[in-house]
């Protein structure tokens, strides 16, 4: 079906920046939403931000000010931009899509990209 490959994660000082990126190989199937979930080390899968196909956006509290995500349509492609970043965004970061199957969606999975921030 969909295959979500991410990139752009590392370590990072804490105040810093990364931008992380999400390309959808959809095999002819339509995307509506699509997100970035993060999971921290012994805590739950969160949802960090997501947007949907007309660009309507939402955010986990904890981000809200710090992280933008925003999607090219034609690249079937989301990025995550992540400003003044704190070591408890540490995580392994997951991109997200809803795939179009016309009755119901299915959900798509990267295979998760890390990110760690140092204080």
């Known amino acids: 079906q969909v295959q979500l490959v991410e990139s752009g994660g590392g370590l990072e000082q804490a105040g810093g920046s990364l931008r992380l990126s999400c390309v959808a190989s959809?095999?002819?199937?339509?995307?509506?939403?699509m997100g970035w979930w993060r999971q921290a080390p012994g805590k739950q899968l969160e949802l960090v931000a997501g947007?949907?196909?007309?660009?309507?956006?939402n955010y986990a509290d904890s981000v809200k000010g710090r992280f933008t995500i925003s999607r090219d349509n034609a690249k079937n492609t989301v990025y995550l931009q992540m400003n003044s970043l704190k070591p408890e965004d540490t995580a392994v970061y997951y991109c997200?899509?809803?795939?179009?199957?016309?009755?119901?969606?299915?959900?798509?999975w990267g295979q998760g990209t890390q990110v760690t921030v140092s204080s």
């Open positions: 959809t095999n002819g199937f339509s995307i509506n939403a």
């Open positions: 997200n899509a809803k795939i179009d199957l016309g009755d119901y969606e299915d959900d798509a």
């Open positions: 947007i949907t196909g007309y660009g309507r956006t």
